[in-house]
């Protein structure tokens, strides 16, 4: 045993190694002699691919835009008391909804009550004066008429109406003032919408406006606001000017606001806000849209999606979204098209894809194809995972064949 370890390793090792060495590469010319004659006869053997294909055409197709939005109240309306007075009565719940001309307050009413009848016995003592100053200028006019007056007393009767007429416009203007002071112990909501919490308790003195009594907020139409950045505002407006995409008319783009769970609120909206500046730390605009919200389901603060609808791309090529490929290097689609040989084949073709869109020319969910295609192409849009190489022979599927004779 010793004797046959020595050898294995002194003289027979450099052995042993040489013949590894030999077969190794035995082996690997076999297998590489093999691949090379499995890819010779493989088009030759292999059945045509069978697969389903899109003619290419120009198409005007609705161009959509979806960005994370926040959503905040049309109004933030704060509830001051225009009078100062004792507040007496809370009249809503914290939190509720309410409507326009809805009482929130009331305060102490007896005071301004008072001044308001001091103001009525006023006016109609003012206009008491009145007519007597009319009545004594109608029965000295005709006196100065057979001069038995002077004119300076006519004058003096005439000046007396004057002043009382004043008076009684006077004491109207009062009047009016009181009543509206009256009115204001009676704290109304200018808008409908959500209350807040009440800031002043009852039985609390309010010396007026500069007292903060709530807050209330009005949800219907709510405001979202979002941002668009600089880029694509570039693209959409050199687009535009070649006219490969129609804009909304002075940027009224119509708004649908998609939720968290994926769902979309039921009312739609419009872009009403443009801002012309650019954030130089996010590089976007601001706009913001006004959205109908009856049911009151959407809330201020909360976080959705917007998507900008109105927009038309002109002469465009889409494709189902399953037929556009990567290869590592970019996107690419199949072509079928005829080899230097006359054989039907599968080519890649390399794309630059756009936007994606839905529900167009019987399409659920497609590829908007800005480059690589042309009016005719036979793009491939099913069975593509049966092409196992580029240039792999194929035939259209049994279900396309009417079509295809057609075209």
């Given amino acids: 045993m010793s004797t046959f370890r020595f050898m294995l390793n002194g003289q027979l090792k450099p052995f042993f190694s040489r013949l590894l060495l030999v077969s190794s590469s035995v082996l690997l010319a076999t297998a590489l002699t093999g691949c090379e004659q499995a890819q010779q006869s493989a088009p030759k053997g292999m059945q045509p691919a069978a697969v389903s294909v899109m003619s290419m055409t120009t198409q005007s197709v609705p161009f959509s835009i979806e960005l994370p939005a926040t959503l905040s109240g049309a109004k933030e309306v704060e509830i001051r008391a225009q009078v100062s007075g004792i507040l007496q009565t809370r009249n809503f719940s914290e939190g509720d909804k309410v409507t326009a001309g809805q009482s929130l307050f009331s305060l102490d009413a007896k005071t301004y009550a008072a001044e308001m009848a001091k103001s009525k016995a006023d006016l109609n003592a003012a206009t008491v004066r009145l007519e007597q100053a009319q009545r004594e200028v109608n029965r000295i006019r005709p006196l100065r008429e057979k001069n038995s007056i002077s004119q300076r007393e006519l004058d003096n009767a005439i000046s007396s109406a004057d002043i009382n007429l004043a008076d009684v416009k006077s004491m109207q203007a009062d009047l009016e003032q009181a009543k509206l002071r009256l009115d204001y112990t009676k704290v109304i909501s200018p808008v409908t919408g959500i209350v807040g919490r009440e800031l002043v308790s009852e039985g609390t003195y309010v010396s007026g406006p500069e007292v903060l009594l709530t807050q209330l907020t009005q949800i219907d139409p709510i405001r979202v606001r979002f941002g668009l950045s600089e880029r694509e505002q570039l693209q959409m407006r050199n687009d535009e000017a070649a006219g490969l995409l129609t804009l909304p008319e002075e940027g009224h783009w119509n708004t649908r606001i ?150």
Avoid: C
Avoid at 274 to 299: C, K, M, V, W
Avoid at 301 to 324: D, M
Avoid at 332 to 347: H, I, P
């Fill in 258 to 407: 998609k939720l968290f769970d994926g769902s979309l609120h039921p009312q739609v909206g419009q872009v009403n806000f443009s801002d012309i500046r650019i954030n130089s730390q996010t590089g976007t605009s601001e706009l913001q849209a006004i959205t109908p919200n009856p049911n009151f389901s959407l809330r201020p603060g909360q976080f959705v999606r917007i998507i900008l609808e109105g927009a038309v791309r002109e002469n465009a090529y889409v494709v189902p979204q399953r037929a556009v490929l990567d290869n590592g290097l970019g996107k690419f689609v199949y072509v079928m098209a005829k080899n230097d040989k006359g054989v039907t084949v599968a080519l890649p073709a390399p794309v630059v894809v756009g936007e994606w869109v839905t529900e167009v020319a019987g399409i659920e969910n497609g590829w908007i194809i800005r480059e690589g295609l042309k009016t005719g192409d036979q793009v491939i849009i099913d069975g593509m995972a049966r092409i196992f190489f580029p240039g792999m022979p194929i035939r259209l599927a049994d279900d396309q064949l009417p079509s295809a004779a057609q075209q």
